[in-house]
């Protein structure tokens, strides 16, 4: 054989190796680089959670994270979905309404082990009631992200020109209803309070206050058999009902209560921790609102509610979706959320972070609200009784039925679900 012929094919030799071996580095960097989605609702989160992924993929050489958000109202359907299909995200938000639902089926990873194991994750400086509410029998499925405690919002230019005090810790029920009486401003359209037809901001709340529950302890009961909760509702009715100083509920079917606060239209809202930051990004509200706790009636209690990050059990980037999750629970993660403002981070003592993000606002009231917290009622099945609770309550909001006339049929559908939880 000739010399030029060998030298041809050495030369072809060492350019297929060469093609050879780039092809394996190559393949070796995509194995590596796992592309994880955290799936999330609420857009007013987003920066937070970009924050805390973006401070992560800078750390990682072989993970990224994409934040993806699905609106509330195509969110669940979509999860379901994806469940379904064996193709959910791989990391993503839970809600304590719709965990029990997803308990089933072996659709979320166990956690337990790896919380055994963190050196990032410390369960005792999260609420007890939220890891329990994330717990199915030995199963962990989510990690407390954030919580929520409900506030007394007010409008600080109406409380000055009608010479009222701002609402503070010694206020009562009767201090609500006096002040609201001499805030109201029918000529003018401005109300003392919004009572809309809501539970977790509005009539639970009172509930509580009042001695009474949503749900016997045992979810077995609805709490609308005790004398204690249909006086508390009734009263909070009453106020659009029999002292007029709210809406209607056919006026609300025309406005938010957000509308006619952030409008100045309204004294005095109940609003929770997460829709501060939508009362800030609003050029009136941000300056004339403020915030204090809830007033008392036999008991100081406020609503408490926490969502949770959970792993899909068929990712394919399991040891990846761990290393973000613990991330996102560890000091770091839960002060970068917290310094956003969307919502209070679970964990204690990052918590304050969301507090300083709203100078302007009196915030520290929704962690102190926490010495007397009561988590937000739920069962197996807690989507379909709290429409039954709604359906039976509209008459009465509307002034046509009183709470004790409707409180039986109520408690009856909604023992018929809890029957077959």
Same mark, same amino acid.
């Given at each position: 054989?000739?010399?030029?012929?060998?030298?041809?094919?050495?030369?072809?030799?060492?350019?297929?190796?060469?093609?050879?071996?780039?092809?394996?580095?190559?393949?070796?960097?995509?194995?590596?680089?796992?592309?994880?989605?955290?799936?999330?609702?609420?857009?007013?989160?987003?920066?937070?959670?970009?924050?805390?992924?973006?401070?992560?993929?800078?750390?990682?050489?072989?993970?990224?994270?994409?934040?993806?958000?699905?609106?509330?109202?195509?969110?669940?359907?979509?999860?379901?979905?994806?469940?379904?299909?064996?193709?959910?995200?791989?990391?993503?938000?839970?809600?304590?309404?719709?965990?029990?639902?997803?308990?089933?089926?072996?659709?979320?990873?166990?956690?337990?082990?790896?919380? +055994?194991? %963190? *050196?990032?994750? $410390?369960? /005792?400086? #999260?609420?007890?009631?939220?890891?329990?509410?994330?717990?199915? &029998?030995?199963?962990?499925?989510?990690?407390?992200?954030?919580?929520?405690?409900?506030?007394?919002?007010?409008?600080?230019?109406?409380?000055?020109?009608?010479?009222?005090?701002?609402?503070?810790?010694?206020?009562?029920?009767?201090?609500?209803?006096?002040?609201?009486?001499?805030?109201?401003?029918?000529?003018?359209?401005?109300?003392?309070?919004?009572?809309?037809?809501?539970?977790?901001?509005?009539?639970?709340?009172?509930?509580?206050?009042?001695?009474?529950?949503?749900?016997?302890?045992?979810?077995?009961?609805?709490?609308?058999?005790?004398?204690?909760?249909?006086?508390?509702?009734?009263?909070?009715?009453?106020?659009?009902?029999?002292?007029?100083?709210?809406?209607?509920?056919? +006026?609300? %079917? *025309?406005?938010? $209560?957000? /509308?006619? #606060?952030?409008?100045?239209?309204?004294?005095?809202?109940?609003? &929770?921790?997460?829709?501060?930051?939508?009362?800030?990004?609003?050029?009136?509200?941000?300056?004339?609102?403020?915030?204090?706790?809830?007033?008392?009636?036999?008991?100081?209690?406020?609503?408490?509610?926490?969502?949770?990050?959970?792993?899909?059990?068929?990712?394919?980037?399991?040891?990846?979706?761990?290393?973000?999750?613990?991330?996102?629970?560890?000091?770091?993660?839960?002060?970068?959320?917290?310094?956003?403002?969307?919502?209070?981070?679970?964990?204690?003592?990052?918590?304050?972070?969301?507090?300083?993000?709203?100078?302007?606002?009196?915030?520290?009231?929704?962690?102190?609200?926490?010495?007397?917290?009561?988590?937000?009622?739920?069962?197996?099945?807690?989507?379909?009784? +709290?429409?039954?609770?709604?359906? $039976?309550?509209?008459?009465?909001?509307?002034?046509?039925?009183?709470?004790?006339?409707?409180?039986?049929?109520?408690?009856?559908?909604?023992?018929?679900?809890?029957?077959?939880?």
């Amino acid at each position: 054989m000739k010399k030029e012929n060998w030298k041809k094919i050495f030369s072809a030799f060492l350019l297929s190796l060469s093609l050879f071996l780039v092809g394996c580095n190559n393949g070796e960097e995509t194995s590596k680089q796992a592309e994880i989605t955290y799936s999330i609702w609420d857009p007013v989160q987003l920066p937070g959670m970009q924050a805390v992924a973006k401070v992560f993929n800078e750390q990682q050489d072989d993970v990224h994270v994409n934040v993806e958000v699905t609106p509330w109202e195509q969110y669940w359907t979509k999860l379901e979905s994806s469940a379904k299909g064996g193709k959910m995200p791989d990391i993503f938000w839970m809600h304590s309404n719709e965990i029990a639902k997803y308990s089933e089926g072996q659709v979320l990873m166990d956690l337990s082990e790896v919380i +055994e194991t %963190s *050196d990032e994750i $410390d369960f /005792s400086l #999260f609420p007890e009631e939220l890891v329990e509410l994330y717990t199915d &029998g030995d199963e962990q499925l989510g990690i407390p992200k954030d919580y929520s405690t409900i506030g007394l919002w007010y409008n600080k230019d109406l409380f000055d020109q009608a010479g009222i005090d701002y609402p503070d810790e010694t206020w009562t029920w009767d201090t609500l209803l006096d002040a609201a009486i001499e805030l109201t401003d029918q000529e003018k359209g401005i109300y003392g309070f919004l009572a809309p037809l809501n539970r977790e901001e509005g009539y639970h709340n009172f509930i509580y206050q009042n001695g009474g529950e949503v749900l016997s302890d045992d979810k077995k009961q609805s709490g609308f058999r005790n004398p204690a909760t249909v006086e508390a509702v009734q009263w909070y009715v009453d106020l659009s009902i029999k002292y007029g100083v709210s809406p209607t509920a056919g +006026e609300f %079917s *025309d406005n938010s $209560d957000m /509308s006619y #606060f952030q409008a100045g239209r309204a004294a005095m809202s109940l609003f &929770g921790s997460w829709m501060t930051a939508e009362i800030a990004s609003n050029e009136n509200s941000n300056e004339f609102a403020d915030v204090a706790v809830l007033p008392a009636g036999e008991e100081r209690a406020s609503i408490f509610n926490g969502l949770a990050n959970s792993i899909s059990a068929d990712t394919p980037h399991p040891e990846a979706a761990i290393e973000f999750l613990e991330f996102l629970s560890s000091e770091e993660g839960m002060i970068l959320q917290g310094k956003e403002g969307g919502a209070i981070p679970a964990l204690k003592g990052a918590d304050v972070s969301f507090t300083e993000a709203y100078p302007q606002f009196n915030t520290e009231v929704f962690i102190e609200q926490m010495d007397y917290r009561e988590i937000k009622p739920y069962s197996k099945y807690t989507v379909r009784w +709290e429409y039954e609770e709604n359906d $039976d309550l509209i008459p009465v909001f509307f002034g046509d039925v009183t709470v004790e006339e409707v409180s039986e049929q109520l408690a009856d559908n909604v023992e018929r679900i809890l029957e077959t939880e």
